[in-house]
């Protein structure tokens, strides 16, 4: 096969991009003690590559234009998007960084923990869209990053899916609460000009997401040290969450440890003093079923099911890959003890989830692939058994007809599942276990991308 010589051999592998040289750009400002102005602000209707149609907002530039001038210029050149003034636009608040939660240049929307006005009893979190403290480069492929339209796309998304929940009524059931979009004015050295900067304010939570603490146990021999019962649960929490989120027509898209936040334990109504509750961050990557511009909306247009989802349809098959390093054995290696749980756990029928048929290959494929057992403490590091689950696969056996054989269906399930229709699923990754990406129906998790708060 002749492949074109698009790169000189000498040239191979290519550099990757290095900025213009940027002096007006300001050091990093995002610290503890800084105050800013904010006003009320619109945000643009949601657009980006998580499903929306191109609208009013201008295209993602070309590699070859923005390497021409450096990031505080391209700032300048390329504003975020203007958008009608808020009611509210002339009110202003003063709020003050008291911490930074992931907050560093580079790394895209900064995390910070905050007062307003004068109250320093109540803390706040703000998620802060500026732009000029993006990477310029791709830290993946070392090309030129259109900073403006990130940031400016991450906001409406974030916002949008804010707004959506908060007008179904859900506000601060599985996500921190909503306070609001806000935008104020950064300066620049050297320069009368002045930039307009994009937050959503949110509730602070007094917590810690999964991936921090699978990090924490990492200095540990890799061997957690919470209790599997508890991670079962807390797994259980978050899938929930996730569900009912997707049952008010957002879908996160992100659905990953590093998203899944448990904070302090719920002593309300009841609820037993252990059981932590467990909210869903960072909807970065968000898709709003409901909004207009939604590409995919033909597939929603039936009435949503009048339950949410049984997570036990949603991730029928075998433990999702991004939670691997957080579910206990033999759950997460096993796929008729993961199968078992989640009979176990949401029974049908419920009055909390509903239960759609079993229609989709994964679903036929493993429908009595059931078994049960109690979850079971470390006794070597996770990594090392996650690898083995992975990547030491089995050998695979293929039948005369080309169907699937055992083998495919069981241990390695490394291929697509294929029904009499040749309908498909989605490509499966890693253990093969189900995909997370969202069905035409929408009834199964959102697709797991990188999401704003970047470990």
């Known amino acids: 096969m002749w492949i074109p010589n698009l790169v000189p051999l000498e040239d191979w592998p290519p550099r990757p991009w290095v900025p213009l040289p940027d002096p007006r750009r300001p050091d990093f400002p995002y610290h503890s003690g800084l105050t800013l102005k904010i006003r009320p602000h619109t945000p643009p ?86 732009p000029l403290y993006y990477s310029y480069a791709d830290r993946e492929f ?130 037993d003093s252990h059981t932590p509750r467990v909210v869903l961050i960072d909807f970065n990557n968000s898709t709003c079923i409901k909004r207009p511009n939604f590409r995919d ?37 096993d796929d008729a003890v993961f199968n078992g749980w989640l009979e176990q756990r949401w029974p049908d029928p419920s009055t909390e989830y509903f239960l759609p048929p079993f229609k989709l290959p994964r679903h036929r494929a493993t429908a009595k692939l059931i078994e049960y057992a109690s979850p079971v403490p470390d006794t070597e590091p996770v990594f090392v058994q996650v690898y083995s689950r992975r990547y030491s696969l089995p050998s695979v056996g293929w039948s005369s007809d080309g169907g699937n054989s055992p083998s495919e269906l069981g241990e390695a399930k490394s291929s697509r599942s294929r029904d009499d229709s040749g309908e498909s699923d989605p490509p499966r990754s890693g253990n093969g276990s189900p995909r997370s990406g969202s069905e035409p129906d929408g009834t199964s998790p959102s697709q797991g991308t990188l999401g704003g708060v970047d470990k």
């Not at 203007?82 to 911490?99: D, F, M, R, Y």
């Open 142 to 271: 070392g090309s030129p990053v259109d900073v403006t339209y990130m940031a400016d796309s991450h906001y409406s998304r974030e916002a949008a899916a804010f707004e959506d929940l908060k007008a179904a009524g859900v506000d601060g059931q599985f996500t921190p609460k909503y306070y609001g979009s806000w935008t104020f004015d950064m300066g620049l050295p050297g320069t009368s000009e002045v930039r307009p900067v994009r937050l959503v304010l949110l509730e602070w939570l007094n917590g810690v997401d999964l991936w921090s603490i699978m990090e924490r146990d990492g200095t540990n021999n890799g061997i957690h040290t919470m209790p599997p019962e508890k991670r079962l649960e807390i797994f259980a929490k978050a899938a929930e969450a996730e569900t009912n989120v997707t049952f008010h027509r957002v879908l996160h898209r992100d659905f990953s440890p590093r998203n899944v936040m448990i904070v302090d334990a719920a002593t309300s109504e009841g609820v």
């Open 297 to 333: 909306r033909q597939f929603y247009n039936n009435a949503p099911y009048p339950l949410p989802v049984s997570p036990r349809y949603n991730w029928w098959g075998g433990c999702p890959n991004e939670f691997l390093h957080w579910v206990p054995d033999p759950h997460r290696s």
């Open 45 to 130: 209707h949601p657009f980006g590559l998580t499903g929306y149609t191109k609208g009013p907002e201008r295209r993602y530039a070309a590699f070859e234009e923005v390497a021409k001038v450096s990031q505080s210029e391209w700032c300048l050149r390329n504003p975020l998007a203007e958008t009608p003034p808020h009611p509210n636009a002339t009110e202003t608040q003063t709020l003050e960084i008291v911490q930074g939660i992931a907050s560093k240049d580079g790394r895209g929307a900064q995390i910070v923990r905050c007062y307003l006005g004068e109250d320093k009893n109540r803390s706040y979190v703000a998620k802060i869209y500026d």
